[in-house]
């Protein structure tokens, strides 16, 4: 009954999360995922969000980031 509840602790192994689903890569992305930088913070997209929202991922991107 504990298990569902159960975490890990994991100081220095920051999870990726799809930014528009939530969805968890583990402790780094996969190359289909997506990866954009928007305002300096670097975003990942899960493979079905990338297709799905490529426009409006490449139009949030970062110029200053450039
Ligand atoms: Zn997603």
């Known amino acids: 009954m504990d ?6 602790p994991l100081p220095e192994a920051p999870h990726v999360y799809c930014a528009r689903c939530g969805t968890s890569a583990g402790t ?6 997506m990866c954009a930088v928007a305002q300096g913070v670097r975003q990942y ?5 990338a297709r799905t929202h490529i426009r409006a991922i490449e139009s949030r991107l970062d110029p200053a980031s450039w």
């Open 3 to 8: 298990e569902e509840t159960y975490h890990p």
């Open 28 to 33: 780094s992305a996969p190359p289909t995922w």
């Open 45 to 49: 997209f899960c493979e079905s969000c």
